[in-house]
């Protein structure tokens, strides 16, 4: 890329992961606020929009120390955001190995790399590190996950926390939003495609979460870069909401048949991993100490409304 001196000065702020929904949010939102230098990584080649247009992508493997030390070594960034995980909770269960790997090893290399190179590390962790007995939790609760990748994340918090570079973990709470590829679901889409094709749906009533617009969670990190934050910071939505009342609020948004949604129980369903029943997070120290903003869930799904209507899906 070439050096101007309008970005010379300009902080780095890399980014692992940047082809996920996070990834691409936070890509975006730098870039569209101009105030950092944004260096986009992932895994392959970059599925970005193309009207971001992207020149820097820089192809990362995260689980090979060498490439991320050299990597890292040559982009000099001021801040790693790192968003690369692997997040599908059964799937966790049931290749523990590759969780490992990419939530425990991978960590380990960033923060080697950040120690070297005097980098601000930004984890983003999960609710999932919690027994959800005493939901919504602040930074100050105890962790004590009940299932393989709860523990994963929690054991890469730990290594950040004992490590000697700046660091903050940013907690969040089921994620949601539109990728540009469109390759992955949400709780409202899946909701309102359903309804739209006139299945009849079974959402759980006895969880609770509270559930976060991807772009708020971007703003989120990007806030702690601006503060140069360090600790442990809740960034998730504002609304305590189980499965069941998300399902009713998108049928409400899109005037579909909430008639077809029943309330069930978590006892209805068999997964290979284990569920927190009531988490969420108390998001105070986040609005209090960075500035944090989150949007209501229903201006969530009207942010999601206006995306898929762009996007003409």
């Not at 105070?284 to 209507?309: R, W």
Request: hydrophobic fraction near 40%; glycine fraction near 6%.
């Amino acid at each position: 890329m070439v050096m101007t001196l309008s970005n010379f000065n300009k902080k780095k702020v890399l980014v692992t992961g940047a082809n996920g929904l996070l990834g691409q949010k936070i890509v975006k939102q730098i870039i569209t606020e101009k105030n950092l230098e944004v260096i986009p990584t992932g895994l392959g080649k970059s599925r970005l929009p193309e009207d971001l247009e992207i020149t820097n992508w820089v192809t990362l493997d995260i689980l090979n120390r060498d490439q991320v030390i050299t990597q890292i070594g040559i982009i000099k960034p001021n801040f790693i955001i790192h968003t690369a995980a692997m997040t599908n909770v059964d799937q966790c269960e049931s290749d523990k190995e590759a969780c490992k790997a990419l939530n425990i090893d991978a960590v380990k290399h960033l923060v080697e790399a950040s120690k070297i190179y005097n980098c601000h590390l930004i984890h983003l962790s999960t609710d999932f590190i919690f027994d959800g007995n005493n939901g919504p939790y602040s930074e100050e609760a105890i962790p004590n996950p009940i299932n393989f990748y709860g523990w994963t994340k929690l054991e890469a918090e730990k290594i950040i926390q004992q490590s000697k570079i700046n660091w903050a973990i940013v907690r969040t709470v089921l994620v949601y939003g539109i990728a540009n590829d469109m390759s992955r679901s949400n709780i409202i889409l899946w909701v309102k495609d359903s309804l739209e094709k006139g299945k009849d749906l079974q959402l759980v009533n006895d969880q609770i979460r509270t559930p976060t617009l991807a772009e708020d969670l971007a703003a989120g990190c990007i806030l702690i870069v601006e503060k140069r934050a360090n600790g442990i910071y809740n960034i998730s939505g504002k609304d305590v909401l189980t499965p069941y009342e998300m399902g009713i609020a998108t049928a409400e948004y899109f005037g579909l048949d909430k008639t077809k949604i029943k309330e069930t129980n978590s006892l209805s369903f068999t997964q290979d991993a284990k569920r927190p029943m009531k988490t969420g997070f108390v998001i105070e120290k986040a609005v209090t100490d960075l500035g944090y903003s989150p949007k209501s869930f229903m201006d969530g799904i009207g942010i999601l409304a206006k995306q898929l209507k762009l996007a003409n899906y």
